[in-house]
């Protein structure tokens, strides 16, 4: 009966056995060495439970104050919603609670004027955004931008969000976006490139029928498309 073997020939199991046996040896010869690599091991575990029993911890108290901040902004109370969004950005960042609260705050602040304040805040959160988060800070980040009358910087935000929307009707409505932010920055092509975009798209909501008629507007009727 045929017996399987190493690419050396020696049989699988007498191989294993050869290397646990030195494994042992070496253990043995060095046991000084061999309880600091236990030592480690066993460091390395509780390590990692604690930061995974840290982490949810963390995500549980701050899902509460988010959930605080919601119940402000729901009363209009946008002062405290501010102050507790705040806390919760600063002190549980990494969390989802966080970057909700983030998202939260850029809208608090809009919601009163504040646009400079979301700019600063989205500026630092939307590059590095998680994928459920980024096309909204995006967008928001434009909207923003076209508060301050700053029509070109909302159309590249506008752009980006675009890029990072996970639904058809989310990209053409940030394109529609970022179209009309470009006619306001008096750069027709790319208007008309973002338009196009829309139009060329999957999503058959109202966003396409109006990039058809802006499409029309900025070309006079000459663009076939």
Not at 164 to 192: H, K, M
Not at 203 to 225: C, F, P, Q
């Amino acid at each position: 009966m045929a017996t399987s073997v190493t690419t050396a020939g020696r049989p699988v199991a007498a191989a294993d056995s050869g290397r646990l046996a030195g494994f042992v040896r070496w253990i043995k010869g060095h046991r000084q060495a061999s309880g600091y690599l236990g030592i480690a091991v066993g460091v390395g575990a509780v390590l990692f439970v604690w930061n995974l029993w840290s982490t949810r911890t963390a995500e549980r108290t701050a899902g509460a104050r988010l959930e605080q901040a919601r119940l402000a902004v729901d009363s209009r109370n946008y002062k405290l919603a501010a102050s507790e969004l705040s806390q919760v950005v600063e002190n549980y960042a990494g969390t989802h609670a966080a970057d909700e609260a983030t998202i939260l705050l850029a809208q608090t602040y809009l919601g009163q004027g504040q646009s400079q304040q979301a700019i600063a805040l989205l500026k630092r959160f939307a590059p590095d955004a998680g994928k459920a988060y980024q096309a909204q800070a995006y967008g928001l980040l434009g909207a923003a931008y076209e508060n301050v009358a700053h029509p070109k910087e909302a159309a590249e935000a506008y752009q980006r969000a675009a890029d990072a929307a996970r639904f058809p009707f989310l990209r053409a409505q940030f394109l529609s976006d970022a179209g009309r932010a470009w006619v306001a920055a008096g750069d027709t092509v790319r208007a008309l490139a973002a338009y196009r975009a829309v139009t060329e798209g999957a999503d058959s909501s109202g966003a396409a029928i109006e990039a058809k008629v802006r499409i029309g507007e900025l070309t006079r009727g000459a663009d076939g498309r």
